[in-house]
């Protein structure tokens, strides 16, 4: 499949295409993840036997079997998709991108029932239009198409069963095919909108930079519709991410259901109950516990709803749940002016009522507020830039020792 050889002519037929078997040496990939989390997705994939992992801004690509690709859409918690690479060339104008694009034996990938996407994303293109690109490489695929039987698929732009995704450098050319189809981090448990959550992705990223893998308290004292609860409930219990849910790869000739029903069947046997009192969640809005709640019991049912401890208070009126452990939450960021002053007189309260219930603990806050910090009167030990979706933020960490305060600092409002 070198993209630059011309493709040989491709015989019309009117018989069902058959999958080809693919070449299973080390295929390579890539997964896209919010930046600022591309050390912990690293991690995890070498974790789940990836090669040549190499991590760069906004993801990570990595080789290995093509199931490798199915076990991370299943397994992965920091990925945002994984894309498979089908050809790569470099290029000067978009007729060589639609060759590149017409060289991808896309008939023996999927049917043409499928429906498609194509997206084009570039960084320092020459080229003057992405949307050209766009159509050109959707031409590909149903010239393609065209050229081997009588039916073509018909493009989807916004629940495409295959989204194509093509990646351009200055000079460089990418083709992909996205194996999880809708975004990793739609676990599958959440069905409401409560306002502002964060990712489900970037949330299981905050808890990878925390270090925390299920074995000491943690608590959210502003926990809003539970999405770092529910990561860490699927941490603890040992839960693929994925499991209830399903991938575009779900839907190429070439899949092997057997395979993959193994692999589920395997993470289904892996499942661990959570340990009570292991998690904590509180918000002082009954409406946030309410969508926590309905989010543990989608995830884990009666089981795992009692197992988490869910207060609504204020959290200044909380105390902490165990002598130590890890304080993670998503305080409230102000839209408006008047809302970030509120706020910001609120940050000396809550200052307060770290330093006096939670010595012992590792805390951490993302934010977009940068006067965070200063606000609450504590010296972070570590500031990781993170974006929440178009928001930039960073995670700042806190230790608050046990019986010392040599990190206190006067509140700076
Ligand atoms: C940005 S939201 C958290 C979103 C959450 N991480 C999620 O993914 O759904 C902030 C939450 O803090 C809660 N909150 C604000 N001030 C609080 C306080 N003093 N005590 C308890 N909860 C508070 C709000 O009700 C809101 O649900």
Redesign the pocket.
Known sequence: MHPRKPSPPVPRATLSIRAKPIDDRAQKFFAPCPRGLEAVLAAELAALSAHAVVATDGGVAFQGPFALGMRVCLWSRIASRVLWQLAEAEYRHEEEIYRLARGVDWPHLFSARETIRVQVDAIRSPLRSLEFVTLRVKDAVVDRFRAAMASRPSVDTSRADMRIHVFLTAYKATVYLDLAGEALFKRGYRRDG?A???RENL?AGMLALMGWSGQTPLL?????????LTEAAMIAMNMAPGAQRGFAFEKLRQFDADAFRRMREDAAAGLRPLAPGLLTG????AE?VA?TRRHLQNLGGDALLAAVTLTQ????SLAAPAAAGVLL?????GERLEEQQTLKA?YPA?GAWLKRSLAGWRVAFITADRAFPGGIGLKPTRRTPLFNGALDCRLYEFELYAGSRRTDRAPSS
Do not use: H, K, Q
């Not at 959210?220 to 770092?228: A, H, I, V």
């Not at 939450?329 to 960021?333: D, G, L, R, T």
């Open positions: 409560l502002a959550p964060l949330a959210d004292p502003m926990c809003g519709s539970g999405t770092l509180n918000d002082r809005s946030a969508s208070e204020p959290l200044e939450s998503n305080p409230p960021y609120w809550l």
